[in-house]
C-alpha cells in the first residue's frame, strides 16, 4: 500500500481519464502455472520488456465500469456482471487466458474500498474503473500467448464530454469503417478505438463533435462515437419506434445498451427493435418529419443526445424536446438519462445496482 497518498482533485476540475488513484490491481497469469494471487499495490509504471507481445501485436482488451456514491454515502458499482462476461469473450478471441468473473468482481471491490476516497460525491461524478488484460510475453512472432496480465486501475471523473450533458454534432463518414463482418468490432480492443483517431479529428475540423460510423453502400447505421446508437422515430409503417442496430457481430454488446433496450420494452410505450437501419431513411424520416430523437449511449456518457448529422453535403437538423426549445436531450433521452442515473446512485432500488460493502 501507498504510504504518500496523492491529493485529491477538485471534483469539478476532473478531466476525464486524467487522474488516477493511489492504488491498483494486477494479477499475472502464465501457460504453465495459471492465474497467480491478485495483488493491491502503489499505482505506478508497468515494467515490460520491449519485445513483449502486446506492443507489437495489439493483444489487448479491456473494459469500462463506474462506481458511485449514493445519498447516503455508499459505494455501489452497476452491473459489473455484465463486463466481466464480455471481457471474459473479448479475451478468448485474443486467445488470452478467461477468468472467474464473480472473483474478479470481489477483486475490483476491494479496490474501489482502499480507494473510496476518491469516489466522487454528486450526479454526474463517479471512480471510473478500467481492467485490462495483455499479453506480456518477451518473444517477437504472431502465436499465442504464454504469459498475460489482467490490471485494473481507477480514475474519478466527471462528465465525460467538456459540455457536459449537451446535445452533439455528427459527421456521417462516408470513407473509413469502424468494424466489419467477421472482424472484432463486438469485442471491447484497444485495436478497435487506435484506427478511429484520424476520422475523429478530421470531423473535429470540419466542425463536428463525433464520427458516425456506417457501412456498406446504403450506410446501414453502426456506432455514434464510441457509443451505442439508438434513433426515435416514426417508422415507414407509422409505428413510434425505438432501433438500434442488431448484435451482428460488428457492434459492441453495450452493458448501457442493453440496459437502454431492458428498460424501454419494461415501459411498453413504443416499439423496441433491434435491426438494420440506413442513413437514406434517417434522411428521409427527417425530410418528412418523422424523425424524434437519436442519441447514443454508453458507460463514460451514459446518454448522449445528438442535434444534427452531416451526410453527403447536407446537415439534418435531429429533433430534442420541441415543448421545451431550451432543452438538450428530447423527452426519451432524458428520461432514459435520468432512470439509468437513479438506478446507479441508489435512488431507485434494482438488482443492477451492487453495493461494494
Not at 505506478?44 to 493483444?59: E, I, N
Not at 438538450?328 to 432524458?334: F, M, N, S, Y
Request: charged content about 25%; proline content about 6%; some cysteine.
Amino acid at each position: 500500500m501507498t504510504t504518500a497518498p496523492k491529493a485529491l482533485v477538485a471534483k469539478e476540475k476532473l478531466v476525464f481519464g486524467h487522474t488516477f488513484s493511489d492504488h491498483m490491481l494486477t494479477v499475472e497469469w502464465t501457460a504453465k502455472g495459471g492465474w497467480e494471487a491478485p495483488q493491491i499495490k502503489e499505482y505506478g509504471p508497468l515494467s515490460l520488456d520491449p519485445s513483449c507481445s502486446v506492443f507489437h501485436y495489439a493483444f489487448e482488451c479491456f473494459e469500462g465500469l463506474k462506481a458511485y456514491r449514493d445519498a447516503q454515502g455508499k459505494v455501489r458499482l452497476f452491473r459489473p456482471d455484465k463486463n466481466m462476461e464480455r471481457m471474459n469473450q473479448s479475451v478468448e478471441r485474443l486467445h488470452l487466458p478467461q477468468f472467474d468473473g464473480e472473483q474478479v468482481i470481489e477483486c475490483i471491490k476491494e479496490l474501489v474500498r482502499t480507494d473510496e476516497r476518491w469516489v466522487p460525491e454528486g450526479r454526474g461524478y463517479s471512480l471510473y474503473i478500467r481492467p485490462t488484460v495483455i499479453a506480456t510475453e518477451n518473444t517477437l512472432g504472431v502465436h499465442r500467448a504464454n504469459s498475460a496480465l489482467l490490471y485494473v486501475i481507477t480514475s474519478p471523473c466527471g462528465p465525460y464530454f467538456p459540455t457536459g450533458f449537451k446535445a452533439i454534432s455528427l459527421y456521417c463518414d462516408e470513407t473509413n469503417v469502424r468494424a466489419w463482418p467477421g472482424g472484432v468490432g463486438n469485442r471491447k480492443m484497444g485495436a478497435n478505438y487506435a484506427a478511429s483517431v484520424a476520422p475523429q479529428v478530421e470531423a473535429e475540423k470540419k466542425g463536428y463533435q463525433q464520427v458516425l460510423w456506417t457501412i456498406g453502400e446504403d450506410h446501414e447505421l453502426m456506432e455514434v462515437g464510441t457509443m451505442n446508437l439508438f434513433v426515435h422515430w416514426r417508422n415507414e409503417a407509422g409505428e413510434e419506434e425505438l432501433v438500434t442496430p442488431p448484435l451482428d457481430g460488428t457492434i459492441l454488446p453495450g452493458v448501457t445498451r442493453d440496459s437502454v433496450l431492458e428498460l424501454t420494452r419494461g415501459w411498453g410505450e413504443f416499439k423496441v427493435s433491434e435491426r438494420k437501419i440506413n442513413m437514406k431513411q434517417i434522411a428521409r424520416a427527417s425530410d418528412e418529419g418523422r424523425l424524434l430523437e437519436i442519441f447514443g449511449a454508453g458507460t463514460a456518457c451514459v446518454v448522449t443526445p445528438v442535434s444534427r448529422i452531416h451526410f453527403k453535403g447536407k446537415d439534418y437538423a435531429v429533433p430534442l424536446d420541441p415543448s421545451s426549445p431550451e432543452s438538450q436531450a428530447g423527452p426519451v433521452a432524458g428520461r432514459i438519462y435520468k432512470a439509468l442515473m437513479d438506478i446507479q446512485y441508489g435512488d431507485v432500488p434494482s438488482k443492477w445496482s451492487v453495493p461494494i460493502d
